[in-house]
């Protein structure tokens, strides 16, 4: 494992962010996950494009440009050795005496963490899993990757004592997202999923599996779908950069089929596409 902060490498379990860097005061900063598979950086690219987005859209002046960001991705995960990892990418505003508003004259804050991928175990793929529905209860920023994750907490933590895997959010009887997921239902061979509006995280995997749906030659259509439409869905899927496409065994009350023809499709062609992308 290996960890880059403002300027250097440090050692992984170093104390090295001062008291009061915003990030932790005010949650004043950005982040992604990146999954590496192979030793390879899976849809960088498009990560650190996000990256630029989140950092544009609460007036965050990075403190490296994006090719310095990759650069120092690649010699992080060189150091670390790491077949299957996952790389973390934060940006702060930096550190400050604390007052709200932003400081002036004060340099954004980098971290890069290479770590252990977090994976899910293979009986959960193919048994698929629990989730259930939370009220949305964000702001309406969502797009933004933002550090400001307490909401998603609570909803990861209330499914974990439902013994879900994952909860998702419902507003006003509409279906968004999960607290760290995006998700998707199967009807009639048509895949849904809630549109790029800014309420929702913009996922990267969300795209990719859309696009991989597209050249498979399926119908997706980016609406607003409310649940009684997901429970009556043939099936459901979930994505993330760390759980790439898991199906959905239940919602709320509700039993999927264990016949998942098209979520077993698109994570074969996902796990495909992988091996093409990073061999
Ligand atoms: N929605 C939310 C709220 C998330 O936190 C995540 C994971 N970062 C996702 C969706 C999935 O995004 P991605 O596919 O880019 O990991």
Not at 74 to 88: F, G, H, T, V
Not at 149 to 158: D, G, R, S, T, Y
Not at 181 to 208: C, W
Request: proline share 5%.
């Amino acid at each position: 494992e290996t960890a880059y902060y403002e300027d250097r490498f440090v050692e992984p379990g170093a104390r090295v962010v001062p008291l009061e860097d915003r990030g932790h005061q005010f949650g004043d900063g950005i982040y992604e996950v990146i999954r590496v598979y192979n030793g390879v950086p899976f849809l960088l690219d498009e990560h650190l494009a996000r990256l630029l987005v989140s950092a544009d859209a609460i007036d965050l002046e990075l403190p490296y440009s994006i090719a310095e960001i990759r650069a120092i991705c690649e010699k992080s995960l060189e150091r670390a050795q790491l077949p299957d990892a996952e790389i973390y990418i934060q940006v702060t505003r930096g550190s400050s005496p604390r007052a709200h508003a932003f400081p002036e004259n004060v340099r954004g804050i980098l971290m890069v963490a290479v770590k252990h991928a977090r994976t899910v175990s293979e009986e959960k793929r193919q048994s698929g899993v629990p989730v259930m529905s939370i009220e949305e209860n964000r702001w309406k920023f969502c797009y933004i990757k933002s550090l400001n994750l307490l909401p998603n907490v609570l909803a990861k933590e209330k499914a974990k004592n439902y013994q879900c895997h994952e909860a998702v959010y419902v507003d006003e009887g509409i279906v968004k997202e999960g607290s760290s997921s995006n998700i998707f239902a199967v009807k009639d061979g048509v895949m849904y999923t809630y549109p790029p509006e800014p309420s929702i995280l913009h996922g990267i995997s969300r795209q990719f599996v859309i696009d991989l749906a597209l050249r498979l030659g399926m119908e997706v259509k980016e609406e607003k779908k409310s649940l009684s439409f997901f429970k009556s869905a043939d099936e459901l899927f979930l994505t993330s950069t760390t759980m790439e496409i898991l199906a959905v065994s239940s919602f709320d009350d509700t039993d999927y089929s264990e016949r998942r023809p098209i979520t077993r499709k698109l994570a074969a062609e996902f796990r495909a596409e992988v091996e093409r992308r990073t061999t």
